[in-house]
């Protein structure tokens, strides 16, 4: 067998056997070479200590070097080198307690989460080390535990969601004691820390079919840890003529029919998150749920914010949400650029994807509708005719209103604003002379001098 191997990661492999020490390609990168998948990082094992490994080369920083990793910069490319280790007792369910290093690769290999990531491959004899069957699964598309599942999830429980995005992206199957003891342990998930939920949850979002990894993190009891905010919208049935499945059923549809974009599968996530709360029936039965947009907007942020989600990427997202039951009736120009005021360019392409996903299981398809192709070609249009929207393309700005006797103060900030109203309705009046003299007028009637 020969796999082909970065500059990098070769240069290294070469110069640790050179020296007498034995090193493979091991992790995600060798299991992504077999799947016919390009690498986007490479990992080393190697028995060499790590204090050996950063005498070898002139440049190395020591990432997790208590763990025994230290990474190599072969030029600009990163490669990981981690010294084969045993590890004892998991009390955090995160990082062992003792770290013990070892010359053994099988010892090494015995400690790792899966099966296909328990492989290792020396590119000098072109020999595949498998003592746990990773290729057979593999080629099976099965997700299997190394040794005892249990055990392995008990250590760290992460390896739950890592397993559920590792079969979400591989589209692989879990192994029945694998699936069994993943379900057992879900609930050590409340040790795990938010930041590396939400790092899995991403990989899972992002895969081509989200929907197989969250319905995996609801079945094997997951959800609760994870994403307990949705959990009201399982098997709540809408009892309407628009929507077939609960809640949660079409929550997963949305997000499979978006694109893997992180802020819009997010939005398209937590959308509907506030329709158990708004529902009501009329007195045909039908079901309603008016206002469920701003009650989403506020469940996604109480999420985002738990889930350590950065700030612009919430504030995407809540935008999303709260304007995706805006009707595409709009006819008022100055409606029109508010809400591209609001969105800017790039986002509101994401705000026309998740409408149309969130359509998308409808009789009629939205993005076919004459009216909804108006409404977004008027906005395109308005956009690449490149008319005013915000502050900053004002024909003037704060400097200039000071020249009118206007203080130094929030008057200067009201008055732009209304000035920006006026050039929404009117944009021939964006020039400086007319807003100065639009400017005239208006403090006197609206500002204290």
């Given amino acids: 067998m020969e796999i082909n191997l970065s500059e990098g990661a070769q240069t290294v492999i070469d110069a640790l056997q050179t020296q007498g020490f034995e090193a493979y390609l091991v992790g995600g990168s060798l299991r992504d070479a077999l799947l016919g998948k390009a690498p986007k990082d490479w990992d080393v094992a190697t028995c060499a200590l790590p204090e050996e490994v950063s005498a070898l080369f002139p440049t190395t920083i020591p990432t997790g070097i208590l763990h025994g990793t230290v990474t190599v910069l072969i030029g600009t490319e990163p490669i990981e080198v981690t010294t084969y280790r045993r590890d004892a007792g998991y009390e955090d369910h995160r990082r062992p307690d003792e770290v013990t290093f070892v010359r053994s690769l099988s010892e090494d290999l015995k400690r790792r989460d899966f099966t296909i990531n328990a492989l290792a491959y020396d590119p000098t004899t072109k020999t595949l080390v498998d003592l746990f069957d990773g290729q057979k699964h593999l080629r099976e598309h099965i997700l299997c535990a190394v040794g005892d599942p249990l055990e392995r999830f008990q250590e760290d429980p992460l390896r739950i969601l890592r397993g559920i995005r590792f079969a979400c992206v591989l589209d692989f199957t879990l192994e029945e004691s694998t699936r069994r003891a993943m379900s057992e342990s879900a609930v ?71 694109e893997p974009l992180w802020p819009l599968r997010l939005a398209a996530l937590f959308h509907d998150a506030g329709k158990p709360q708004t529902h009501t029936l009329d007195e045909d039965g039908i079901g309603h749920f008016y206002g469920h947009e701003l009650l989403s907007q506020q469940i996604a942020e109480q999420a985002l914010e738990r889930l350590r989600v950065d700030v612009t990427t919430q504030q995407r997202v809540l935008r999303l949400v709260r304007h995706h039951m805006m009707p595409v009736t709009l006819t008022k120009e100055s409606k029109l650029k508010k809400l591209l005021q609001e969105f800017g360019a790039e986002d509101i392409e994401l705000f026309f994807k998740l409408k149309e996903a969130d359509h998308s299981q409808k009789q009629d398809a939205l993005s076919e509708e004459p009216q909804y192709l108006a409404f977004k070609a008027r906005l395109r249009n308005i956009l690449e005719a490149k008319e005013p929207l915000t502050l900053s393309d004002l024909a003037l700005n704060g400097r200039d209103l000071l020249t009118l006797g206007i203080p130094q103060g929030p008057d200067i900030g009201r008055l732009l604003e209304a000035l920006l109203e006026e050039v929404l309705e009117d944009p021939s009046k964006n020039t400086k002379a007319t807003l100065l003299a639009r400017a005239q007028l208006l403090k006197g009637s609206l500002y204290d001098t």
């Avoid at 969250?214 to 079945?219: F, G, I, P, Q, W």
């Fill in 188 to 258: 050590l998930l409340e040790h795990i820390a938010q930041e590396r939920i939400r790092e899995e949850l991403k990989g899972i979002l992002l895969a081509q079919i989200p929907s197989k990894g969250l319905t995996l993190l609801r079945e094997l009891g997951a959800l609760p840890w994870v994403l307990p905010e949705l959990l009201p919208t399982v098997g709540f049935l809408q009892h309407s003529p628009y929507h077939s499945k609960d809640v949660w059923g079409h929550t997963l549809d949305v997000v499979d029919q978006t």
